[in-house]
């Protein structure tokens, strides 16, 4: 019997599933596109948290002049408020317009997707089914156009990514200062994905090109942290050096140490309730099957790629959150890139 050897089945993969790469991303875009329109166009629907009302009342007393954390009491980094002001400007009805603003972000986190596993997968079909995995999760869905802080966080950290996936494939030192300013921008509006570091610096470890091997050259590693280094740096300072970090650092401890007085810590009914958002049925069951693929997906990849623990399930980090009900949307991005490959 004749062996099939692995290029023979490169080529047999692409036949059965490879698509002309404009095709792709033209699917890519008008999936995007119809999605975009669908959130336009649903923009006066309920809340669905309270922290929605809110931020966009916070934001709404910054654009009346007032100042953060002096004369606003706001226990989060100061530049989701700020994003919101030209929204302000562009719409009439405040709640649209911050909703449109949401819609947007969603709408360039569902490209990232595509534009990440691409690059992870170099398969088409991998990164048009990881844009249409993203939209059958519920949470994502629930938050592209909910005037909350999670959505923003998440698509500056998925861009992140993408730009140091980037530069370790074309070889661009300067893509990792522009990772590193993103990354910090994403913290500036809500540290829900300070986890993202972990990738990058697998991501920094690797080979350049399409190698998956640890670099030899300690010195390649080192300009490539100080490179996104530097980009973080210049992040932080743009975005926290106007704040009155006295006012600011009062405000956040006191909500976390009122928090922690109030609730405690249990690491194990934590997890306890971690388990319960994939397994119960708050929506409709939805999450257990995607929570397997996604582990399956896991498992792929770190037997294939280095690059493959990009995808890893981040809701290991709910764990170590004081009462925690339920994960983020942040980590469905991750999942569904996970599915596809």
């Not at 706001?74 to 408020?81: Q, S």
């Not at 290991?316 to 991750?334: E, L, M, V, Y």
Request: aromatic fraction near 12%; hydrophobic fraction near 50%; include cysteine.
């Amino acid at each position: 019997m004749t062996e099939t050897s692995p290029k023979n089945a490169n080529n047999l993969k692409k036949a059965l599933f490879g698509l002309p790469h404009i095709i792709t991303w033209i699917l890519i875009l008008a999936t995007v596109a119809a999605f975009g329109l669908w959130g336009f166009s649903h923009l006066d629907g309920f809340s669905w948290s309270w922290d929605e009302s809110l931020l966009i009342a916070t934001a709404r007393a910054v654009n009346a002049g007032n100042a953060l954390y002096e004369e606003i009491w706001y226990d989060y980094p100061p530049l989701f408020p700020l994003l919101l002001q030209p929204a302000f400007r562009l719409g009439s009805e405040p709640i649209q317009a911050a909703r449109g603003l949401i819609v947007v972000c969603s709408l360039v986190t569902l490209i990232s997707a595509g534009w990440i596993t691409h690059q992870v997968s170099h398969s088409d079909l991998a990164s048009i089914t990881a844009v249409l995995l993203l939209l059958l999760a519920p949470p994502f869905v629930a938050n592209s156009r909910a005037a909350l802080a999670d959505l923003p966080a998440l698509t500056l950290a998925a861009l992140a990514l993408a730009t140091t996936l980037h530069g370790k494939k074309s070889e661009a030192r300067p893509w990792f200062a522009v990772a590193g300013f993103l990354y910090s921008a994403s913290l500036a509006i809500k540290p829900t994905s300070y986890f993202v570091i972990l990738p990058m610096i697998v991501l920094l470890w690797t080979g350049d090109g399409d190698t998956a091997f640890p670099l030899q050259d300690l010195t390649a590693l080192v300009e490539r942290l100080l490179f996104v280094a530097g980009g973080c740096t210049i992040g932080l300072i743009l975005f926290f050096a106007w704040v009155p970090m006295r006012a600011f650092l009062q405000q956040l401890l006191q909500t976390y140490w009122g928090a922690q007085q109030h609730h405690g810590f249990e690491f194990v009914e934590n997890l306890r309730h971690v388990w319960l958002y994939f397994v119960g049925d708050e929506y409709g069951g939805s999450q257990c099957g995607l929570f397997s693929l996604s582990a399956f997906g896991c498992l792929a990849m770190l037997m294939l790629l280095a690059d493959g623990v990009l995808t890893m399930p981040s809701d290991w980090r709910a764990g170590h959150t004081r009462n925690c009900r339920q994960p983020p949307p942040s980590k469905d991005i991750f999942i569904q890139i996970a599915v596809s490959r």
